[in-house]
């Protein structure tokens, strides 16, 4: 298990990064998430200790040879 939960985010109309595999900072945007309110789709504030709310995942790649199915449970 990881420690931290993972986002995949894709941005098609983004042609400099269609997509990208992000995590929250942790203390920082792990505690910004931690003490939002709001529901839905919104914005956040930068974190006080300056650090970004997410970050690049270093550790997880891609591998272009695995098949998988993408589910929308919404």
């Known amino acids: ?5 993972v986002a995949i985010v894709m941005a098609p109309t983004d042609t400099s990064t269609p997509h990208g595999i992000f995590h929250l900072s942790d203390p920082g945007g ?8 709001h529901r839905g789709f919104h914005p956040h504030e930068e974190p006080d200790d300056g650090s970004t709310i997410y970050e690049e995942c270093s550790h997880v790649y891609m591998n272009s040879n695995l098949s998988f199915d993408v589910v929308d449970l919404r």
């Open 30 to 37: 792990v505690s910004v998430i931690r003490n939002c309110q």
């Open 1 to 5: 298990m990881l420690p931290e939960a």
